[in-house]
C-alpha cells in the first residue's frame, strides 16, 4: 500500500473538517482555540504535501508564515482567555455576547 | 502734517479705548470731556492737514498713505491706508468740528444721565467709524466704517433701551439699512471682479481713463446707489430715520443729520467717474429720486407736531437736495449743501435738544408756544438756523440751496420745479416750527385735553353719587315715616297725641328729602348736559383753552405744577456750540459764492476729487439772476402763509395739517401691513418649506438608514460562532464561485 499524497490530503481535510465542526458546536474557548489550530495544521499538512508533490518551495514557505502567524495568534488569544476566565470563573463564548447589537 | 493723518482717526479711537475700559471710574463730567478732547485733537490735525494741503497745486491735493497690509488673500489685496483728497478732508473738517461742538453740547444735554460715560464712549467710537469711512482708501476699508455707524446709530438710538419703543427704532433702523448694505457688497464684490482692486485710486484712474465698459459701471453705479439710499434715507429706505429720533437729541443732530446719513452723498461724489461711466439713465434716477424725495418728505414735515420729528422729515428732504445734485452733476453743489446743512441741522437740532431740556423732555409743539423769554439764546440761534434752512439771503442755506436749483433747471425745468415747490414746504413748515415754540401764547401751562377730560369724568361721578345718597336718604325717610304711622295705630288713647306729632315730623323730612333728591337730579342733569355741550379742545390751542375756568379746582396738580416750573435756559455748554453753529449757519455760503470764478473757492478746491465731471451750468448770468429772485420769493411765499396761519391766524392752520400728511401718506404703515401680512406669510411659507421639504429630506435620510440597521443588527449577536458560521458560508460561497467561473 503506497501513501500517495492524496492519502495527506485526505487526513488534512479530515483534520480541517474536524477542526470546523468543533468550532461550531464547542463553547469552551479553550476548546475552540485547539480547533482553530487543528484547521490552520490541516492546511499546513496540505501545503507541506503539495509542495513536496510539486517540487514547489513555495508550500513550505507558505507552512513557516502560518506557524509565525498563529504562535501570534495563539498568545493573543491565551491572553484574551485568561483575561476572561479571571473576570468570570466557567464563562463560555455565549456568555461574552455584550459587543451583539 | 500729511504725515500724522492718522492721528485724525486715532485720537477718538484711543478715547472710545479709554472710555470702554475707565469710563465708569472717569464718571460724569470727566468722561464727556475726554470723549469732546478727542474729538477736538482730531479737528485739530484735520485743520492742519487742511492747511497743508490747501495751499498746493490740484494734482499734487491727492495722496495715499498706507498705514499697513490689511487682507493679503490671493488676488485680493487691502491695505489699510488713508486716501487724504480735498473730498475726503472737506467731510473730515466738519465730521470733527460739528462733532466736537456735539460732544461739547453733550455734556450739557446728558447731565445727570446714569449712563453718561456709555453715551461718550457710543459717540467717540462713532467719530472713529464715520473718519474711517470718510478716509479709507478703499472700498472694504468704507464699508468697515460704514458698518461701524450703522452700529452705533443702533446702539444710540436705542441708548435709552429699557423703553421697547426705543429699542425697536434701534432695530428698525439696523434692519433697514440692512437692504443698502447689501447694494454695497454687491459692488464691492464686483468691483473686484472687474478691477482686481476695491482700492478708490484704482477703480477711479481706471474708470476716468474710459476703459471700463458701461455696463459694468451702470451696475457699480446702481448697486452703490442702492447703499447710498439706505444710509441717506432716501425714498423708499428713509423708513428709518423719523423713527430714529428715538435717540438722545445730539445723536439726531450729529450722526441722523449731519454726519452718517451724509455719507451716501459722499460716495455717490467719490465714485463720480463710475457715474459718469454709467448709462445716462443712472444720473436721472439719483436725480430723480433725490427730488420725489424732496418733497414727499417735506409734505410729511408740515402736519408733524413732534419737533423732532418735523427736523427728521426735513432732514430727509435735504437730503433729497443733495442727491438732486449728485444726479445733476453738481458735485459741488452737493458737497456745499452737505457743509451747510450740517450746520444749519445741526443747529437746529441742537436747538431743539435745548427747547426740550428746557421743557423737561416734552417734544409735543402744541405744548411749547413763546419759549424766546424763558431762552433767547436758543431762541436767538434757532432763528438764524430757521432763516438759514428757509432760503434767505445771505444765509448759508440760500447759496447752497440756489446752486442745486440752478443745476437742476440746467438739467430739466422739471425737476427746478420740484426743488422749487420743495423750498416753498420747507419755508413754511420751518416757519411754522419755529411760530410755534418761540411766538404766540405760552401754552405749557395749559391744561392737556386729557387732562380736562378726567376733570369732568371725575365731576360726573361725583353728581351721580350726590344723586344716589339722595335716593337713599329718601328710601330712609320714607321708612321712618311708615314706622312712625304703624306707632299711631298701635298707640293707646294717652300717647296718639304724641305719636301724631311724631308723624307730621317724619313726613317734614321725607318733603325736604325729596325735595333734595330733585335738586340733585337736576344738577347731574346740568353737569351732563355741560359735559357734553363742552367744547372740544383742539389738539393745537393757538388762541387758549376754550372755557376751562369752571374746572380749575378740578384738574390734576400736573398742571398747576407746570405752570410753575416754567421753561429754563440751557446750561453753557449747551449754548455755545448753538453760538459757534449759528455763526457757520450765517458764514458758511463765504465757501461757494457764485459771482465769479475766485469766489467759488469749495469748486476749485474740491477740483482733484472730481476727475472733470463737474457739469458747467449752460445758462446765462441773467437766467441765473432771475432763478435766484424766483427762490427767494418762493422761500418768502411759505413764511408768509406760515406767518398768517400761525401767527397771525388769518388762516384756519388745520387746513395744512392734515391726518395723511400727519401719517406720512401711510407710506409706512403700508409697508408695516406689507411685511406683516402676506411678506410674514410667504416668510412662514419659506419656513414650513424648510422645515417640510429641506429638513423633511435629511431627516428621512436618517429614518431611512436606522430602519434598514435595525434589520442589519440582528445578524450582529455577539456570539463567536455564529460569525465563524457566517466566514465558513462565506468561504464554501466563495469556493463555489471561483469553480463555476474556471473552466474545467
Not at chain 2, 21 to 34: D, I, M, N, S, Y
Not at chain 2, 86 to 112: E, K, W
Not at chain 2, 340 to 356: D, Y
Not at chain 2, 690 to 703: F, I, L, M, Q, Y
Request: charged share 15%.
Amino acid at each position: 500500500m503506497v501513501v500517495t499524497t492524496s492519502w495527506y490530503l485526505a487526513l488534512g481535510a479530515v483534520l480541517f473538517s474536524l477542526g470546523a465542526v468543533g468550532l461550531l458546536i464547542r463553547r469552551n474557548p479553550l476548546v475552540m482555540f485547539m480547533c482553530v489550530e487543528l484547521m490552520l495544521n490541516a492546511v499546513n499538512l496540505t501545503f507541506v504535501s503539495l509542495g513536496a508533490e510539486l517540487g514547489d518551495l513555495g508550500g513550505q514557505l507558505s507552512v513557516f508564515f502560518v506557524l509565525v502567524v498563529a504562535a501570534a495568534e495563539v498568545v493573543v488569544g491565551l491572553a484574551v482567555v485568561v483575561a476572561i476566565m479571571r473576570r468570570r470563573q466557567g464563562a463560555t463564548t455565549d456568555d461574552l455576547s455584550v459587543l451583539g447589537g | 502734517m500729511l504725515d500724522l493723518v492718522w492721528l485724525i482717526p486715532a485720537l477718538p479711537l484711543a478715547g472710545f479705548l479709554v472710555l470702554t475700559f475707565c469710563g465708569r471710574r472717569l464718571g460724569e463730567p470727566w468722561a464727556g470731556w475726554l470723549a469732546t478732547g478727542a474729538v477736538a485733537g482730531s479737528f485739530l490735525v484735520t485743520v492742519g492737514v487742511f492747511l497743508d494741503l490747501v495751499g498746493r497745486e490740484a494734482h499734487d491735493r491727492r495722496s495715499v498713505t498706507t498705514l499697513f497690509e490689511w487682507v493679503p488673500a490671493g488676488d485680493l489685496r487691502v491695505d489699510v491706508g488713508f486716501l487724504v483728497d480735498p473730498l475726503s478732508l472737506t467731510m473730515c473738517l466738519f465730521i470733527t468740528g460739528v462733532g466736537a461742538l456735539i460732544h461739547l453740547y453733550s455734556i450739557g444735554y446728558m447731565h445727570g444721565d446714569g449712563d453718561f460715560p456709555r453715551f461718550f464712549t457710543y459717540l467717540n467710537l462713532f467719530a472713529f467709524s464715520m473718519l474711517m469711512l470718510v478716509l479709507g482708501d478703499n472700498l472694504l476699508l468704507t464699508f468697515l466704517g460704514w458698518e461701524g455707524v450703522g452700529a452705533c446709530s443702533y446702539l444710540l438710538i436705542s441708548f435709552w433701551f429699557t423703553d421697547e419703543a426705543n429699542a425697536t427704532a434701534g432695530k428698525k433702523a439696523f434692519v433697514t439699512n440692512r437692504i443698502g448694505d447689501w447694494g454695497f457688497m454687491v459692488a464691492i464684490f464686483l468691483t473686484f471682479f472687474t478691477f482686481g482692486s476695491v482700492a478708490y485710486v484704482d477703480v477711479l484712474d481706471t474708470t476716468a481713463a474710459g476703459t471700463v465698459a458701461q455696463s459694468t459701471a451702470t451696475f457699480v453705479a446702481v448697486m452703490l446707489f442702492v447703499g447710498a439710499i439706505g444710509k441717506s434715507a432716501q425714498f423708499p429706505l428713509y423708513l428709518w430715520l423719523p423713527d430714529a429720533m428715538a435717540g438722545p437729541t445730539p445723536v439726531s443732530a450729529l450722526i441722523h443729520a449731519a454726519t452718517m446719513v451724509t455719507s451716501g452723498v459722499y460716495l455717490l461724489t467719490r465714485i463720480n467717474p463710475v457715474i459718469a461711466d454709467a448709462a445716462d439713465w443712472v444720473p436721472t434716477m439719483i436725480a430723480w429720486t433725490g427730488a420725489g424725495t424732496a418733497l414727499f418728505a417735506a409734505t410729511i414735515a408740515v402736519a408733524q407736531r413732534d419737533i423732532k420729528k418735523v427736523l427728521a422729515y426735513s432732514t430727509v428732504s435735504q437730503l433729497g437736495y443733495m442727491f438732486l445734485a449728485v444726479g445733476c452733476g453738481a458735485y459741488v453743489a452737493a458737497v456745499f449743501h452737505m457743509v451747510t446743512h450740517a450746520f444749519f441741522k445741526a443747529l437746529l437740532f441742537l436747538g431743539s435738544g435745548s427747547v426740550i431740556h428746557g421743557m423737561d423732555g416734552d417734544q409735543d409743539m402744541a405744548h411749547y408756544g413763546g419759549l424766546r423769554r424763558f431762552m433767547p439764546v436758543t431762541a436767538g440761534t434757532f432763528i438764524i438756523g430757521w432763516l438759514a434752512i428757509a432760503g434767505v439771503p445771505p444765509f448759508a442755506g440760500f447759496w447752497s440751496k440756489d446752486e442745486i436749483l440752478a443745476f437742476a433747471w440746467n438739467e430739466s425745468p422739471l425737476l427746478w420745479v420740484v426743488g422749487l415747490v420743495t423750498a416753498v414746504l420747507t419755508a413754511f413748515y420751518m416757519t411754522r416750527q419755529v411760530v410755534l415754540t418761540f411766538f404766540g401764547r405760552c401754552r405749557f401751562a395749559d391744561p392737556r385735553p386729557d387732562e380736562v377730560a378726567a376733570a369732568w369724568a371725575a365731576r360726573l361721578i361725583r353728581a351721580d353719587e350726590a344723586v344716589g345718597a339722595a335716593r337713599i336718604a329718601v328710601d330712609d325717610a320714607e321708612a321712618a315715616a311708615e314706622a312712625c304711622r304703624g306707632a299711631v295705630a298701635a298707640a293707646d288713647a294717652e300717647s296718639v297725641g304724641d305719636a301724631e306729632a311724631a308723624v307730621v315730623e317724619a313726613e317734614g323730612v321725607l318733603a325736604v328729602a325729596v325735595e333734595a333728591l330733585a335738586g340733585a337730579e337736576d344738577l347731574a342733569t346740568d353737569v351732563r348736559a355741560a359735559a357734553d355741550a363742552r367744547a372740544e379742545l383742539p389738539a393745537l390751542a393757538l388762541d387758549g383753552v376754550p372755557d376751562v375756568g369752571a374746572l380749575a379746582d378740578e384738574l390734576p396738580e400736573t398742571v398747576a405744577t407746570r405752570a410753575a416750573h416754567h421753561p429754563h435756559e440751557s446750561p453753557w455748554t449747551m449754548t455755545i456750540p448753538l453760538g459757534v453753529l449759528a455763526v457757520l449757519s450765517v458764514l458758511g455760503g463765504l465757501i461757494q459764492l457764485p459771482f465769479s470764478s475766485t469766489t467759488k473757492r469749495l469748486e476749485h478746491w474740491l477740483e482733484p476729487a472730481l476727475f472733470h465731471n463737474e457739469v458747467h451750468l449752460s445758462i446765462g448770468a441773467g437766467t441765473l439772476w432771475v432763478l435766484a429772485v424766483v427762490a427767494v420769493a418762493a422761500g418768502g411765499v411759505g413764511i408768509a402763509v406760515a406767518v398768517a396761519a400761525y401767527g397771525r391766524r388769518r388762516i384756519d392752520h388745520t387746513v395744512f395739517e392734515r391726518p395723511i400728511l400727519a401719517e406720512a401718506w401711510r407710506f409706512d404703515r403700508t409697508v408695516s401691513n406689507l411685511v406683516g401680512g402676506p411678506g410674514r406669510a410667504g416668510f412662514e411659507a419659506t419656513a414650513a418649506f424648510d422645515r417640510r421639504v429641506v429638513d423633511g429630506a435629511v431627516e428621512g435620510v436618517a429614518t431611512l438608514v436606522r430602519r434598514e440597521a435595525g434589520v442589519l443588527r440582528r445578524f450582529h449577536n455577539g456570539l463567536v460562532r455564529t460569525y465563524a458560521v457566517g466566514i465558513g458560508l462565506g468561504a464554501v460561497g466563495l469556493v463555489i464561485w471561483f469553480l463555476s467561473r474556471s473552466s474545467f
